[in-house]
């Protein structure tokens, strides 16, 4: 069976049963249906967060060859759950966009998913829809202001950089010109739009601590300046209250369920190649209250969101992970040396031994911030002993744990090695993680820092652009932010080209944005863009409904 058939052959619980196995009455749930529901903020309980294990689970450079995180995320915790340790997964909530895109779901795969699957993937509970709402309104109440003869804040059109969102990949709209209808269209000037999920919206929503936080964050947003070159934010536009007022259901977390029945908190969605790619604190901290473990993804490779995760998310919300697993596949690494895609499924050796640079940097990455980790081999049917050997002499040689996780066939039963290995070594861990700079380092060398000691880059180069807008930012009294660098997913350069473990390269900063409101300033690296396009063959082709209203082509 295909990832849908097999979690539409499942009979879900009852929500309610799914809350009271972490303690949550059945009272204080938001039912969205029988299957999703909504916890209050009320539920959270700062002092229990100190006691619980929070695992983090990272990955090699991702690759059309697939690497499984969410997938490996969900069986362990099932897997723990099956050893008898209390354990919640939180995880992000799915972006139409990549659904649509290349992945066509985002919700697991194989016996490891989490449910309803359909719901989670299309809509889910609307909290895309309200950041889009929350994001756009804002953009309207610019334009009008700066249309508007009774309340004009004099915002230059030209400095404005707040751009729409919208939750679908479109590269038609990255740039445009608006307001061309007259006098009663408004003054024209560019703009464009971002993907929901790379919005600031979405980014303040997930490092907020309640709705207080949230809506002073919002008033925060830095929008351009005046015509006398004076900064405007969105509480200039009294902006921040409204905006807060779409989001009073999105900032509360979501609970669903694994195929198993075990809890799953879904909140948030952000990148992490061009935001901060994990699910929000509310969430993070909302299961560390009800679970002795924690298990928790950051997006993409550890060098973009497990970075993001430690030196903002962890920074900001003053909780540190007490062991890290970092996936790979033999697919994976032989792509990384080199192997052609459509030739992983034969036996190379030589292939995976190349690639396995990529995987040693990676370990090299987490065992720089100071915490335990486990590598997990993501167990696919093609794999033979002699490269799984390999793997296993190389994590042997940098004095890494390793396990197979078996979770796409076998649900938490394959993933019980894992659990073991996780917990054992989350019990050696007494100390919390250590940044990769500090907070009174100046932007360039928290930019240097991150490019050399997590990419592996020689130097770092700013554009004229770059150094303008960084002058600016400095001047505004932002140097002391830290920085969430934009970058291709597909390496560990800003050239997607260059697999495996590239060397001697130079990471290029064409330009910086800033996230006043989420508190970080943005250098976008290469040719990353915060509006993707689809591929030439869309996975939406694929996804239909019946006539009596059931999904197919969701994987």
């Known amino acids: 069976m295909i990832d849908i058939e097999i979690a539409q052959s499942v009979s879900p619980k009852h929500i309610r049963e799914v809350a009271s196995i972490i303690g949550i009455s059945e009272e204080v749930l938001e039912f969205y249906g029988k299957y999703k529901a909504k916890i209050p903020l009320s539920n959270n309980d700062e002092q229990k967060t100190d006691k619980s294990n929070l695992i983090l689970v990272t990955a090699i450079t991702p690759t059309p060859a697939g690497e499984g995180k969410t997938t490996v995320s969900i069986g362990l915790n099932d897997g723990l759950n099956k050893i008898g340790k209390k354990s919640i997964a939180v995880l992000r909530e799915p972006s139409l966009g990549p659904v649509f895109g290349i992945k066509g779901g985002a919700a697991g795969g194989g016996w490891s998913q989490v449910i309803p699957m359909e719901d989670i993937n299309l809509h889910f509970t609307g909290d895309f829809s309200a950041i889009e709402k929350s994001n756009n309104l804002l953009s309207a109440l610019i334009d009008n202001n700066i249309q508007s003869k009774t309340r004009n804040l004099r915002i230059d059109p030209r400095t404005v950089l707040w751009k729409r969102a919208m ?28 993907i929901t999920a790379a919005s600031e919206v979405m980014t303040i929503l997930c490092l907020s601590n309640d709705l207080k936080d949230l809506k002073e964050k919002l008033g925060n947003i830095y929008i351009g300046d005046t015509f006398d070159n004076k900064p405007v934010y969105a509480k200039d536009l009294n902006a921040h209250g409204a905006m807060a007022g779409l989001l009073k259901d999105a900032i509360k977390p979501n609970l669903v369920q694994t195929l198993e029945g075990n809890p799953a908190i879904l909140h948030g969605g952000p990148f992490a190649n061009i935001a901060q790619g994990t699910n929000s604190i509310i969430a993070t901290k909302m299961g560390m209250s009800h679970a002795d473990y924690v298990v928790t993804e950051a997006g993409f490779g550890a060098d973009l969101g497990a970075e993001k995760f430690f030196n903002i998310k962890c920074r900001h919300a003053g909780i540190s992970p007490k062991a890290v697993v970092l996936v790979a596949t033999i697919r994976a690494l032989k792509y990384h040396g080199g192997k052609p895609l459509n030739e992983l499924g034969e036996e190379d050796v030589d292939a995976l031994k190349k690639g396995l640079s990529n995987l040693r940097k990676h370990v090299d990455t987490i065992q720089s911030f100071g915490l335990p980790i486990v590598v997990c081999l993501n167990h696919f049917k093609n794999d033979t002993e002699a490269e799984s050997e390999a793997l296993r002499n190389s994590c042997k040689d940098k004095g890494t744990s390793i396990a197979v996780s078996y979770g796409f066939e076998k649900g938490g039963e394959g993933v019980i090695e894992l659990a073991k290995k996780v917990v054992a070594e989350a019990a050696k861990c007494n100390s919390v993680f250590k940044p990769t700079y500090n907070m009174e380092d100046n932007v360039r060398s928290k930019i240097e820092k991150v490019c050399r000691t997590v990419y592996g880059a020689q130097h770092v180069i700013l554009s004229n652009k770059a150094k303008r807008q960084l002058s600016k930012f400095e001047r505004l009294g932002f140097g002391n932010l830290p920085v969430c660098i934009a970058k291709t997913q597909k390496s560990l350069s800003d050239d997607e080209k260059l697999l495996g473990r590239p060397e001697n390269f130079d990471i290029n900063i064409r330009e910086i944005e800033i996230a006043a409101g989420a508190g970080f300033l943005i250098p976008i690296a290469g040719n990353i863009l915060r509006m993707p396009g689809l591929p030439g063959t869309p996975a939406a082709e694929n996804i239909d409904i019946s006539d009596e209203g059931v999904i197919s082509g969701l994987s």
């Open 167 to 194: 939750d679908m990949n479109d590269r038609s709209l990255r740039q445009m010109v608006v307001a061309l209808g007259g006098k009663t269209g408004g003054i024209p000037h560019e703009t464009g739009f971002n």
